[in-house]
């Protein structure tokens, strides 16, 4: 290395620093040393006992200064330094000044043989390259200054330093167990479990230190640092209030974070470009939920200090989920009604088959409960992929004994089911034709303390409706509406709550209303009404519930 570069800022600190070696340094005079210091290079002093961020430009390096004073010849230093991109190269020299006066005599003579002392005086005493988290420890002279410098090649980046004088008051980044590696100790088609040994600042410090864990499916990060760097050069902005922080303000144990291309959220699945972030508290072992079968994933867990933000990492792990078995196929039969339930944990997918034997082929698709997504394809070529809601006809027409295949597959948590038909009679529906909209419209200023007046539409096929109500309280009112059955008929019903039933129909489709009055009821309660449509097969549908409070006072 040329030491040309330091000459000039050595040529100043070596005037600053000479002037005090004369004798053995006091107090005061080390004062005066670092005060005359921070004066010339106020900018490049790096601070004792603070956590540093300095940005780095490609192949530019950045050098920092510091001298450590303390009472003794000897005292203990460290430096940590965190690459947050790319591998960085940084050294550490120290310059030590002469240990007499320079002797007297012409000025320019004087100041040539400084100048040819420097590289004399200066020397390197430790240098890494790479982008993993590096400490190094080493005693310091009162009478000596040293120079960090840092130099990137590869591309703009950024990194933190933290020297510290003072190891006896603890440490700023939470300790590592000696064995840092995870463990993967069980693998399942959507679930990774890891477990890791316990860092000695938990077993010291329980209270302000947590674990947390990124998975990803690209790689494994060196440092929290890092996480955050690859996660914003992906394109995505944050808001300004809103980091990949682990301030126990903005992450609370058990909440999950997606810091996805496009916005930060909080949800409880995972796909291709996003880090997933989970914080359990003071817990060595985690189950991972809500991944992908047959895909490979990457772990890191990070011991954090939520009063210092500080972290240290695990090495990481990576483990590939295992495949998701074949589905049971099912055959559909010419104008059989298949009702499939579908558990949102355990069966995700269902699979059906059929085989033509005409060259048109009806698909009927009637959303009992939840939410699924279909996906029809002919002779292993997609041709229908949508998400059902209430009823649904697919007409595709091929040749005489193509493969139809038909998965279904849960897109909620919940338990979901549908019920599906496969006929190439479309003049012959099993299921009766709909309304536009199946909801069910209640009238205010018709309301009273002891009726309701509600209405639905109608279509030009005269068919028959049922009436039914059922009273209900104000905290059963969520459970009723997500937990409604909309392939269930009146049969699921009590007798009681049936109200009436009456055939309706009307060749204007604009004209295709009808209302009706339900008396008898209670002042200021609630209540559920539902309305069942009956086609010529006798099959029902379920218009949606509706919940309406009749007045209290009239």
């Not at 000479?18 to 053995?24: E, G, R």
């Not at 072992?285 to 695990?314: C, E, K, R």
Request: charged share 20%; with cysteine.
């Amino acid at each position: 290395m040329s030491w040309l570069w330091l000459y000039l800022p050595l040529h100043l600190l070596m005037a600053t620093c000479l002037c005090h070696s004369i004798k053995a340094p006091t107090t005061s005079s080390q004062q005066s040393f670092k005060s005359n210091l921070f004066d010339f290079y106020h900018s490049l002093i790096l601070a004792d006992g603070k956590e540093t961020t300095i940005h780095l430009l490609k192949d530019i390096p950045k050098r920092f200064y510091f001298v450590l004073e303390e009472g003794r010849a000897l005292a203990p230093f460290s430096i940590t330094v965190t690459p947050c991109d790319v591998p960085i190269e940084w050294s550490i020299l120290v310059y030590k000044p002469p240990p007499g006066k320079t002797a007297p005599g012409d000025h320019d003579t004087q100041e040539v043989s400084k100048s040819r002392k420097a590289s004399s005086l200066v020397s390197t005493i430790f240098n890494y390259k790479g982008n993993s988290v590096e400490t190094y420890m080493g005693m310091s002279s009162h009478s000596a200054l040293y120079l960090l410098e840092f130099l990137s090649t590869e591309r703009d980046t950024h990194i933190t330093v933290y020297l510290t004088s003072d190891t006896t008051s603890g440490h700023l980044y939470p300790e590592l167990p000696g064995d840092p590696r995870i463990d993967v100790i069980g693998i399942g088609h959507t679930t990774v479990t890891l477990a890791w040994k316990h860092s000695p600042s938990v077993l010291q410090h329980s209270e302000g230190i947590q674990y947390c864990l990124l998975v990803n499916e690209k790689h494994n990060y060196k440092s929290l640092c890092a996480a955050e760097t690859a996660i914003r050069s992906s394109g995505m902005k944050l808001p300004p209030t809103v980091a990949l922080s682990l301030s126990p303000y903005l992450l609370e144990p058990q909440q999950v974070m997606i810091l996805s291309n496009s916005e930060l959220s909080i949800i409880n699945k995972v796909s291709s470009g996003e880090v997933r972030q989970v914080c359990m508290g003071t817990k060595n072992t985690y189950t991972v939920p809500n991944l992908s079968p047959n895909t490979q994933y990457y772990f890191d867990v990070f011991i954090v200090n939520l009063l210092t933000n500080a972290s240290a990492a695990y090495t990481g792990t990576f483990a590939r989920t295992l495949e998701e078995p074949e589905p049971k196929v099912t055959e559909l039969k010419d104008g059989k009604v298949i009702h499939v339930v579908l558990d949102g944990k355990k069966q995700k997918f269902y699979s059906l088959q059929y085989q033509a034997r005409h060259k048109k082929i009806h698909f009927t698709f009637q959303l009992c409960r939840g939410q699924i997504r279909v996906h029809i394809t002919r002779n292993g070529k997609t041709v229908a992929s949508e998400n059902l809601s209430g009823l649904r006809y697919f007409s595709l027409k091929g040749k005489l004994l193509d493969i139809y295949s038909v998965q279904l597959r849960s897109t909620e948590e919940s338990n979901s089911s549908v019920k599906v038909l496969a006929s190439p009679h479309f003049h012959k529906p099993l299921f009766p034709l709909l309304p536009d909209s199946l909801k069910i419209k209640s009238f205010s200023k018709l309301r009273t303390c002891r009726s309701v007046t509600i209405a639905w539409l109608g279509t030009q096929e005269e068919s028959k409706y049922c009436v039914y109500r059922k009273r209900i309280e104000e905290d059963e009112i969520w459970r009723e509406l997500q937990s409604a059955d909309r392939c269930s008929g009146p049969e699921s019903r009590h007798k009681s709550e049936k109200v009436l039933c009456k055939y309706f129909y009307d060749l204007n489709l604009q004209r295709a209303v009808t209302t009706e009055t339900i008396k008898g009821l209670e002042a200021g309660t609630l209540y559920l009404f539902d309305v069942y449509l009956f086609g010529p097969s006798g099959i029902p549908v379920r218009y949606h519930s509706k919940v309406v409070k009749t007045r209290k006072k009239c």
